[in-house]
């Protein structure tokens, strides 16, 4: 068996955060569209940095990348990267997973989030024939409350959506703490 076989398998991606795929080099491409700083000199630094050693080092790069995200084109530059990059490895059907409270609670609409992302569904869809799903994601260390609006944010967006899940930091902050909303 070799790596060309492999490689052409078709292949399902079914967990994936896409804020988590974005590659250095396009962290750095937006921050400096965007003029946003980061905490990084370069993109070695942030390779560098993924050696992390636990969840919360995993963070801290995460919403530092998710910072150069601004427009409905940064959040299509995104998508299309990633769904560029696993169609090479064989890849037809991918269920992702999106957090708008990373967003949202840096002033960027729900609707900027969905929109950019949703483009870049729509070309991966049309350049590679891929299948998609996204699942939006409420942050755990935010409050219930905060999760219902989010929930109320994407009424438009509902039946486009496979799912909703929850991410982020785990500790203190158990599947419980959203139970009413998972039963809305």
Partial sequence: MTNDFITRLPKAELHLHIEGSLEPELMFALAARNKVAIPFASVEDVRAAYSFTNLQTFLDIYYAGAAVLKTE???????VA??????QDGVVHAEIFFDPQTHTHRGIPFDVVANGLFAGIEEAKAKHGMSVGLIMSFLRH???EDAFETFAQAEPW??????????????GNPPSKFARVFAA
């Avoid at 084109?73 to 998508?79: G, S």
């Avoid at 990633?82 to 169609?87: I, L, N, S």
Wanted: glycine fraction near 6%; hydrophobic fraction near 45%; avoid cysteine.
């Fill in 142 to 144: 935010l409050s219930e």
């Fill in 82 to 87: 990633y769904f560029d990059r696993v169609a």
């Fill in 73 to 79: 084109e940064d959040f299509r530059d995104l998508a």
């Fill in 158 to 171: 509902l039946d486009r959506l496979i799912g909703v899940g929850l991410d982020s930091s785990e500790m």
